[in-house]
């Protein structure tokens, strides 16, 4: 296994190694505040990457997001390999610092095929320019991103009215990019990862993807899947088809129907 530090691949001694997988990302990256950042990020060769491997994004602030894969924890992020030709860092406004992290290529099986490190500098641009000579120094950067003011978090009230949010081209496009992606890995009988892309297309507002999402916790459905090992939760079923009913699925309905719910 080659791991990668700041774009470096390490190989063992001795004779021609055959091609390992490896990633390649700058060893900063800088940004302003308010903008879209590119993050290229390479893998290859192509012939050394397993089938279904994805990279695994750790150390951004969880105000931080990316136009592509799903957030799969505080500041950690899941990418399919299709999504780095186009994947950029929403970085909002009020963030400044640096953050330092960590790049990985994992195969579907959860095993670390290589990493990088990198470190992303959000700043206004008379910060990241260089000082001029005779300049005053600028203040340093501080150590960890300094996000701005939390938005109120929680679920809208229950007693409220609902309607289902209205998805433009681009972003239901991309929600059924995150359900294909869940249905692959589905039919391999990876139901954990499964979830994951289910979420996050539910988080977009897509009502068959909480459909999906709903069905890996449903008695009746893992058993149409004949899904081994994979334990049903009524109460997590029953919260997701009535999420799928809030955003409008006619199905939602039968579905509760049949859990004993209404």
Aim: avoid cysteine; glycine fraction near 8%.
């Amino acid at each position: 296994m080659a791991l990668l530090a700041a774009g470096s691949v390490v190989q063992r001694p001795g004779l021609a190694q055959p091609a390992e997988p490896r990633v390649t990302i700058a060893a900063t990256i800088q940004a302003e505040p308010a903008t879209q950042t590119a993050l290229s990020i390479q893998v290859g060769p192509p012939g050394a990457l397993p089938a279904n491997s994805f990279i695994r994004l750790r150390g951004l602030p969880p105000t931080v997001s990316l136009t592509e894969g799903h957030a799969i924890g505080p500041g950690s992020w899941a990418i399919p390999l299709f999504g780095l030709a186009t994947l950029k860092a929403n970085i909002p406004a009020g963030v400044s610092g640096r953050s330092e992290i960590v790049v990985t290529l994992v195969s579907v099986d959860g095993k670390l095929l290589a990493e990088v490190r990198s470190a992303l500098v959000v700043g206004s641009a008379a910060m990241l320019a260089p000082p001029q000579p005779g300049a005053p120094a600028m203040p340093r950067i501080a150590n960890a991103l300094t996000p701005p003011s939390p938005m109120p978090a929680g679920r809208p009230d229950r007693n409220s009215p609902l309607r289902p949010p209205e998805l433009s081209a681009e972003e239901k496009a991309r929600a059924e990019k995150l359900v294909a992606q869940g249905e692959r890995f589905l039919a391999q009988g990876n139901i954990a990862l499964a979830r994951e892309f289910f979420r996050r297309a539910t988080d977009s507002g897509l009502a068959q993807a909480a459909i999906r999402l709903a069905a890996t916790y449903d008695p009746a459905e893992l058993d149409r899947l004949q899904a081994q090992g994979v334990v049903p939760d009524r109460a997590e079923a029953r919260k997701w088809y009535e999420r799928a009913r809030e955003l409008g699925a006619p199905e939602a309905e039968e579905r509760l129907a049949r859990l004993g719910g209404s």
